[in-house]
């Protein structure tokens, strides 16, 4: 988000997903759509019938890259050096669109000089992809009238993860594929809200609608708005809280929806945070791993018990009407919070979840028009929507870019936090499978879910196998400097040699208790693609 | 040829009051959201019966639910267990079946007949009468006359309706359609000459206004000859999702599995819930070990509905509603695969 946030000036997908179906050329970067985001793949794959190229950038043979033109199978977290050769090449075949470049971009001479005085054999070289499959895919982006680049968390997940997104939306830019309809740069988000929490402040650095902390105006409005006096310091990231909760002073928290001791890295850092802590509360629906160390569990109620809205990768705002009553004793989150403040002594009294959305608009431009009634119809509306009277915006940055002008980023390779070496020699790179959500909290409560995906399974080459003499099922401890958990094999040619992926949705195998607390030094995500393991057969 | 009958259309309120009077009333309606759906209607003065759109969902759930307890079991202080079955069949009139839908449940009573009698089954099947409405414009993604089951069904009806603008004509099937039309006869003018001349045309114009243009038969041909390339079954695998949406809005996909569900300590349930066997664990072995790959699975699929049930009962199992094709977002609904066979 960081990484568009300062190139673009806001941090969300541009195009709206049905306009995917409309490029002449998509790359897909970082991102197991057909598993990770089924619908979207669903308009990839359908752009593709009807002639659109595709461009799959992936170091895994993932279900998508089927579909592609050209599958540039980069070695994990090289992205920089391919994206700054496809730049490289797109320059020497003058495929840049230069009114663009002049019209709607600044710093663009330093990207330029940076790219020539690249060495391309040797910036390819580090890819591990031949220097003719990127001039293949760099032609086939340059040329295309309507190009859009998706990536998700194999982009975002990286120690250079804000660069990664950076070079993404150089190349948008060198290529003038932004601010106009069926062009643009899509991260794609995971979860049905997580644009929505974004949206609304669950950041460190901002109020809702990206409005900053920092910022005099916006603070004095809010602190009216809430008859309370706010900090002008950013909170603390995600690690420095469930990581390093001591040394920033942390006492107690309350996580709503979370669990982090499946999701964050280093699980074993985790949980000694939450031991610490002098109080832990959870509202969840099920009693997660992370609820199991709270001193007071909140059950919370689930989509279907609650009214309110979602806000989804496009910046679609929907309205969710509750479907039936709470059942047992839970209670929807805004409850949980509005009483657990009023017990705090801040009363927050708010009669339905309309009320709440008419504050959001008054207080959030980007929200401004969105209130329940008008969500209703047509699939509710996409932000920007500043009045009553606004249709909403399909895609960003028509005409200009929310922060004036594109602002050329350049970019260059930088060495994951921890490279195999001796002792670890593989790249363990984590991810998703398809019937599974998250810590699994949800989907594993599902009987046909489960049954489809009943364990982790750690994708390991034929080659790898072969030479460490491991079957295909057979369990093996898998290992790095924080730990090792017992994981099922399978042996696949979708991952390169000296590659092993697993999924972090079972607590029978967490993989999270072996993936590194590095992270991304401006976006403070966390490093979960690239770390260094080593697998061993287990002695009977 | 069988009686038909003019029922007004200002009193059709009045008569599906009638009917259903003790019994669940089933029928079409467009909810808030604009999705139409047959429905359990509780009060017809508040509820408008929809005849324009397609339910979304066939109404196989009502005889197949997609959780269901069949047997409860209680285990006594003395260990000694006790079964008892748990058979559900409300008395239910359906109004407003659609051709493919009742297809559909033709099919299940033959599915559902064989080796022996399903009494969950059974038990709400014999508490049913089925009103079907013919389909003067088929919908958009509908082929049933190409699998022989639409727009006009002729037969598996209690009555059938059809619609002549400001007025049905009804005719009866079974037995206990023939029964409700003496009963209540006062609702009822015979039709005339120009009334069954009405509904030939409407159903000559509905016949020739698909809009899909779907060769069922050149595809059972082919299938049945194994004249289809391997890269058709390649490509589908590669495509589906693995969603189980096409299973579940299919009205013959019946496939299901059964869990021993525990309630209490000394309690529990026998349920029977949907499955579909393009699902990995609809096949995969305890040890993990699956005798049938996704390919192979997504084949079985096809090849059942268009070629092994035409084997066996002489018709396919698609009844060409067309859901399918609605819900598939990996694009290997039966209209595409039908197409891909034809082509190869």
């Known amino acids: 988000m960081a990484g568009l946030a300062t190139t673009f000036g806001s941090g969300a997908m541009t195009n709206s997903i049905s306009e995917i179906e409309q490029a002449d050329v998509i790359i897909v970067s970082g991102s197991n759509t057909t598993e990770a985001h089924p619908q979207i793949a669903r308009r990839i794959i359908d752009a593709v019938d009807g002639s659109a190229g595709l461009i799959v950038i992936d170091p895994r043979k993932t279900d998508i890259s089927k579909f592609a033109s050209v599958h540039l199978q980069i070695r994990p977290g090289t992205d920089i050096p391919l ?82 997104v950076r070079s ?101 850092k985790v949980k000694e945070t939450f031991d610490s802590l002098e109080f832990l509360a959870v509202a969840d629906i099920f009693l997660t791993e992370t609820a199991r160390c709270a001193h007071v569990v909140f059950p919370a109620a689930s989509f279907a018990e609650k009214s309110g809205t979602f806000t ?45 959305m008419e504050e959001i608009a008054m207080l959030t431009p980007l929200y401004g028009g969105m209130h329940h009634d008008r969500l209703n119809e047509n699939w509710g509306l996409q932000w920007p929507c500043p009045d009553r009277n606004h249709p909403g915006t ?33 790249k363990l790179m984590t991810g998703r ?59 696949t040619d979708r991952v390169q040699p000296g590659m092993l992926y697993t999924s972090f949705h079972f607590h029978e195998a967490p993989v999270n208790k072996l993936t590194i607390g590095s992270v991304d030094p401006t976006a403070k995500c966390p490093e979960y693609k690239i770390c260094a393991a080593r697998l061993e057969r287990i002695q009977s | 040829m069988s009686a038909a009958y003019i029922l007004a259309k200002d009193h059709l309120k009045s008569f599906v009051r009638k009917i259903s009077k003790g019994s669940r009333l089933i029928a079409p309606v467009t909810n808030e959201y604009g999705d139409t759906l047959y429905s359990e209607i509780n009060c017809l003065d508040s509820t408008q019966i929809d005849t324009q759109h397609q339910p979304q969902s066939s109404i196989k759930h009502f005889f197949l639910p997609q959780q269901e307890s069949i047997l409860s079991y209680s285990v006594s202080q003395a260990g000694e267990y006790h079964f008892s079955n748990i058979l559900i069949g409300v008395p239910t009139v359906f109004f407003g079946v659609r051709s493919c839908d009742l297809a559909g449940l033709l099919y299940m009573d033959v599915i559902f007949s064989n080796p022996a009698k399903d009494p969950y089954y059974f038990k709400k099947r014999e508490n049913s009468i089925i009103i079907s409405l013919g389909c003067n414009e088929p919908f958009e993604n509908c082929f049933c006359n190409a699998t022989k089951s639409g727009p006009f069904l002729d037969f598996g009806f209690d009555l059938r309706f059809t619609d002549l603008g400001d007025r049905f004509l009804v005719e009866p099937g079974r037995k206990r359609g023939m029964e409700i039309l003496e009963e209540f006869a006062y609702f009822f003018n015979d039709a005339s000459e120009q009334d069954l001349k009405d509904q030939y045309q409407l159903q000559l114009e509905s016949r020739s206004s698909f809009q899909q243009n779907v060769h069922v038969d050149l ?112 694009g290997v609904d039966i209209i595409k695969f039908i197409s891909a066979v034809c082509e190869s």
Not at chain 1, 182 to 206: E, F, H, K, S
């Open chain 1, 394 to 426: 399909p895609y960003l940055h028509k005409h200009s870019f929310t922060r004036g002008k594109g602002l050329f980023q350049p970019a260059s390779h930088q060495e994951p936090g921890e490279p195999p070496d001796e002792q670890y020699p593989f």
């Open chain 1, 312 to 356: 989804n990768s496009e910046r679609r705002v929907q309205h969710v009407r509750q479907a039936i009553e709470p059942i047992g004793d839970s209670r929807t989150d805004s409850e949980i919070i509005t009483d657990l403040s009023a017990g705090m002594g801040y009363a927050m009294a708010y009669d339905n979840p309309a009320e709440i």
């Open chain 1, 168 to 268: 993404i939306a150089n190349l948008a830019m060198l290529t003038g594929n932004v601010e106009k309809q069926d062009t643009g740069v899509d991260p794609l988000r995971g979860q049905n809200n997580v644009q929505g929490a974004c949206d609304m402040g669950a950041l460190p650095n901002v109020f809702p609608g990206y409005q900053g902390v920092a910022d005099p105006t916006a603070r004095e409005k809010f602190s009216r708005a809430w008859k309370s006096e706010l900090s002008d310091k950013p909170g603390l990231t995600l690690l420095d809280m469930t990581h390093k909760s001591r040394e920033n002073g942390l006492h107690a928290m309350f996580i709503m929806g979370e669990n982090p001791m499946l999701s964050d890295p280093v699980q074993d």
């Open chain 2, 219 to 330: 595809a059972i041909k082919k299938l049945a000859n194994e004249e289809v390339g391997k890269d058709v079954w390649q490509d589908l695998a590669d495509r589906c999702q693995d969603c189980g949406g096409c299973a579940y809005v299919c009205p013959t996909c019946t496939c299901f599995t059964i869990t021993d569900q525990p309630v209490s300590e000394s309690e529990g349930e026998r349920v029977r819930s949907w499955d579909a066997c393009t699902f990995a664990g609809f096949t995969r072995m305890v040890g993990g070990h699956n005798p049938v790959s996704s390919e192979h699975s997504l084949r079985r699929r096809f090849l059942h509905k268009l070629k092994y049930d035409v084997s066996l009962h002489n018709r396919t199992s698609c009844t060409g509603c067309g859901r399918c094709v609605g819900i598939c977002f990996g």
């Open chain 1, 433 to 491: 499978v398809y019937h599974h959500y998250h810590t699994g909290a949800m989907t594993r409560a599902s009987h046909l879910l489960s049954r489809e995906c009943p364990r982790a399974l750690l994708e390991i080459n034929p080659e790898d196998a072969d030479r460490l003499g491991v079957r295909d099922g057979e369990y093996v401890t898998l290992s790095t400097r924080r730990g090792n958990i017992t994981i099922c094999t399978k042996i």
């Open chain 1, 83 to 164: 994206l700054n050769c496809i730049m490289r090449i797109i320059l020497d075949e003058n495929l840049v669109d230069d009114v663009f470049i002049e019209m709607r971009t600044e710093n663009y001479v330093v990207l330029r000089d940076m790219l020539y005085r690249l060495d391309l054999d040797e910036t390819a070289a580090e890819t591990g992809v031949s220097l003719e499959k990127i001039r293949r895919a760099a032609k086939l982006f340059g040329r295309a009238h309507k190009g859009v680049f998706c990536y998700c968390l194999g982009i975002t997940q990286h120690i250079c993860g804000t660069d990664n």
